[in-house]
């Protein structure tokens, strides 16, 4: 079946620790998110690529870090820089950033802890 | 700049009765509108979307929505609530007129609670 695997699932990370969330699509899709949602909050937008090799900014991207090597791959580098990392982190993609009658798919999330 | 407001943060409703999640936005063009749903602990599923055409929108498990232009609103409804809707909802909208017309914006999100 297509769709996105986020890994891992709980991710527990020390003060001052750098740590890459997976993000994997199979559906052939152009553009990914990242997303990350604080408990009772909505998504806000971390960072996002249209193509292969090119990603840009969102709302709130310092302390982030991404990388869009293959199509099907968008890992998410939280890094130590990034103040308050405890969040549900959420990976989406979308067919062609061009053709926005499309909406997202959404993987399932990553928890990530500060130990 | 686009943008989507839900006006409540939770809606709580009996087991069998109607229920309404309000949606109102922002857009310089002619919007394309979503419905999300998320369960604890998961990923957004997609529920419904409007484009064009129609504007009643029929959508997974029962819910539909309807496209109201001169009030800018999106409301989901559902006739008849089931225990199993609790969770939370979030409305989207894309500007295919704006600058960013690659991304979908994301309500707050209303949290819908059905009491048996």
């Known amino acids: 079946d297509g769709g996105i695997t986020q890994s891992p699932k709980y991710l527990f990370r020390k003060e001052g620790q750098n740590v890459t969330l997976s993000c994997e699509q199979n559906?052939?899709?152009?553009?990914m998110y990242w997303y990350r949602q604080d408990p009772g909050q909505g998504l806000r937008l971390i960072y996002y690529?249209?193509?292969?090799?090119?990603?840009q900014k969102g709302d709130i991207a310092e302390g982030y870090s991404v990388s869009r090597e293959k199509k099907e791959s968008f890992p998410l580098t939280v890094t130590s820089a990034q103040k308050n990392p405890t969040a549900f982190y959420l990976c989406?993609?979308?067919?062609?950033?061009?053709?926005?009658?499309?909406?997202?798919?959404f993987g399932s999330g990553t928890r990530l802890t500060v130990v | 700049a686009q943008s989507v407001a839900q006006p409540e943060d939770q809606v709580n409703v009996a087991e069998g009765n109607p229920l309404t999640v309000k949606c109102t936005y922002s857009?310089?063009?002619?919007?394309?509108l979503f419905w999300y749903v998320q369960y604890p602990n998961r990923g957004l599923q997609f529920l419904l979307k409007?484009?064009?055409?129609?504007?009643l929108v029929k959508g997974s498990y029962g819910f539909e929505a309807e496209f109201n232009k001169s009030q800018t609103s999106f409301h989901l409804k559902k006739p008849s609530a089931l225990v199993s809707d609790s969770a939370l909802y979030f409305c989207?909208?894309?500007?295919?007129?704006?600058?960013?017309?690659?991304?979908?914006?994301f309500g707050s999100g209303t949290r819908l609670s059905i009491r048996p």
């Open positions: 989406a993609s979308s067919p062609k950033a061009g053709h926005p009658n499309y909406g997202y798919t």
């Open positions: 559906l052939n899709h152009d553009a």
């Open positions: 690529s249209q193509i292969v090799n090119d990603f």
């Open positions: 857009v310089s063009g002619n919007p394309y």
């Open positions: 409007y484009i064009t055409g129609d504007n």
């Open positions: 989207a909208v894309r500007d295919p007129a704006g600058s960013s017309a690659s991304k979908i914006i």
